[in-house]
């Protein structure tokens, strides 16, 4: 197979995988190899290494086990002793993970956590109402992880409900 198909062959591939199998979000991690293709000097096309990239992608991604991933993020919670327990049993609730304490300002503790972006939408209300505004938080982006699978399910079936309509 000429060189000269070789970047038709990626951007079939990289278009492919803008719309991933599971609920239609991009696919990242992925690595494929171009091993050999069948070229004809009057038949081959771009359009036609483009598509065959595209088919090969759709045959092999149920193959590989493909996981829908959630971004989690990294919490730091300034609260009052008194409210500690409240919250980090709502962080917990949240499906986080408690990675330490500090002591902070007189009285005060500081909670490092993992959380899933999708467990915070309303996260600054509770630390409102529960340390009655004396408490405070910072929230950034650390990584992707795979979602639990009863997430993933729902995310999947909402999708394709979205999809359908």
Avoid: W
């Avoid at 980090?88 to 408690?98: A, L, Q």
């Avoid at 503790?109 to 409102?128: H, L, N, S, W």
């Avoid at 505004?133 to 409900?161: H, L, M, S, W």
């Amino acid at each position: 197979m000429p060189k000269n198909f070789h970047p038709a062959v990626e951007k079939g591939l990289r278009e492919s995988a803008a719309k991933g199998p599971l609920a239609g979000y991009p696919v990242v991690g992925l690595r494929a190899t171009l091993y050999d293709g069948s070229y004809h000097p009057v038949d081959s096309s771009e359009m036609s290494f483009k598509m065959a990239a595209a088919v090969a992608y759709k045959a092999g991604m149920p193959q590989a086990n493909p996981v829908l991933l959630e971004p989690i993020g990294t919490l730091n919670a300034t609260v009052p002793d008194a409210n500690m327990g409240d919250v980090m049993g709502e962080i917990n609730k949240r499906r986080g993970r408690v990675l330490g304490m500090e002591p902070a300002q007189s009285g005060c503790q500081t909670i490092q956590a993992e959380v899933p972006m999708a467990e915070m939408y309303d996260f600054t209300t509770f630390i409102r109402q529960v340390t009655q505004g004396r408490g405070n938080f910072t929230f950034d982006f650390a990584r992707y992880e795979e979602a639990p699978p009863q997430v993933a399910q729902k995310v999947i079936e909402e999708a394709k409900k979205e999809n359908e309509d």
